[in-house]
């Protein structure tokens, strides 16, 4: 799992178990053993995530194709993954019950 998915998943656990206070950055990143210079680009990534896309020109021509692969990858990790997580949810990872 790449880096940046890694800690996304542990901010989001940490937000959960945070819950229903709220959590300041650093300790966000304490709790979920997030570099807090990475925190703040995972934060944007989650928030795009939620967002969508803005709108505005492609960051370079010929990327369509590219993000059209990468789609397909996500697609297809994405039903991988849900195979496994289906009746998971964050609750059971904060308290430690992760029985796949």
């Known amino acids: 799992?790449?880096?940046?998915?890694?800690?996304?998943?542990?901010?989001?656990?940490?937000?959960?178990?945070?819950?229903?206070?709220?959590?300041n950055a650093r300790r966000l990143a304490d709790a979920g053993q997030i570099p807090p210079g990475y925190l703040r680009d995972v934060l944007a990534d989650l928030l795009?995530?939620?967002?969508?896309?803005?709108?505005?020109?492609?960051?370079?021509?010929?990327?369509?194709?590219?993000?059209?692969?990468?789609?397909?990858?996500w697609s297809a990790a994405a039903e991988a993954s849900l195979r496994v997580l289906d009746g998971l949810t964050l609750a059971d990872v904060v308290a430690g019950r992760l029985d796949v």
């Open 1 to 23: 799992m790449p880096a940046r998915v890694d800690y996304a998943v542990r901010a989001l656990v940490a937000l959960a178990a945070a819950q229903p206070d709220t959590v």
């Open 48 to 73: 795009r995530l939620l967002d969508g896309p803005q709108p505005g020109p492609p960051a370079r021509a010929g990327t369509g194709e590219l993000a059209a692969r990468l789609d397909r990858l």
